[in-house]
């Protein structure tokens, strides 16, 4: 049975960062994409970044230069650090993940979801 769990959501201010992180269980870690996406109070779910079972990454334009997916394989866990974050970052945060290789921004491409970490950025 395939789990993540993500955790490191929080309160902060603008301005401010925070490190999510989603740990993995049940699948071929090292071989699946991951993804972080996020959805706002009243609004769809929508990517925010993704990285490739190689270490490549794929950022939505909105958070580029201001945040950074990363993995630890022998960890079985990915990271987003998010930088300078603005009151439009606040949202529910998801992880998720792929049993293929490639990063990619769709989310129907992702077999399976963490439960969510609330961030919330107080201007």
């Known amino acids: 049975q395939v789990q993540l769990v993500e955790s490191g959501g929080g309160l902060v201010q603008a301005g401010g960062s925070l490190r999510l992180s989603c740990a993995a269980s049940?699948?071929?870690?090292?071989?699946?994409?991951m993804a972080w996406f996020r959805r706002a109070p009243g609004k769809e779910r929508v990517f925010v970044a993704s990285?490739?079972?190689?270490?490549?990454?794929l950022y939505r334009d909105s958070v580029k230069g201001r945040s950074t997916i990363s993995r630890d394989n022998a960890r079985n866990t990915v990271y987003l650090q998010m930088n300078s974050l603005r009151p439009e970052d606040t949202a529910v945060y998801y992880c998720?993940?792929?049993?293929?290789?490639?990063?990619?921004?769709?989310?129907?491409?992702?077999?399976?979801w963490g439960q969510g970490t609330q961030v919330t950025v107080s201007s």
């Open positions: 998720a993940a792929r049993r293929l290789p490639e990063k990619i921004s769709m989310a129907g491409a992702y077999e399976f």
């Open positions: 990285i490739s079972s190689f270490g490549s990454t």
């Open positions: 049940g699948l071929t870690f090292s071989g699946s994409a």
